[in-house]
């Protein structure tokens, strides 16, 4: 199968997680619209590994997915801290953070 579908493919889930992430105002929401965009990324990373023949892309694609958890797991901790103190969930009421 020629890499320029994986591309088109992985650019397409890119570019759905860029117009999520700007539209959106709820931090789930922009968490997953974030997560879409890392996927794509990965997805080229494999493609251009599986195309050149060496295992480096799927190796950093897998470092980037552990990365993208670490985010998800401090992100959603932050938002149960904000859930539990009553405060918006809305992206442009928490431009300040206050102790």
Do not use: H, T
């Not at 105002?25 to 922009?30: A, C, E, H, L």
């Not at 938002?79 to 102790?99: H, T, Y």
Request: with cysteine; hydrophobic share 60%.
């Amino acid at each position: 199968m020629n890499i320029a579908w994986y591309i088109v493919l992985s650019s397409l889930l890119f570019a759905i997680g860029a117009v999520g992430i700007l539209v959106r105002r709820s931090p789930i929401v922009i968490f997953l619209c974030l997560e879409l965009m890392l996927n794509a990324g990965n997805l080229a990373l494999v493609a251009f590994s599986r195309e050149v023949g060496n295992q480096q892309g799927q190796i950093f694609a897998l470092v980037v997915m552990v990365v993208a958890a670490c985010e998800v797991v401090v992100g959603l901790g932050i938002l149960v801290a904000i859930f539990r103190r009553k405060l918006p969930m809305n992206v442009d009421d928490l431009r300040e953070l206050r102790g």
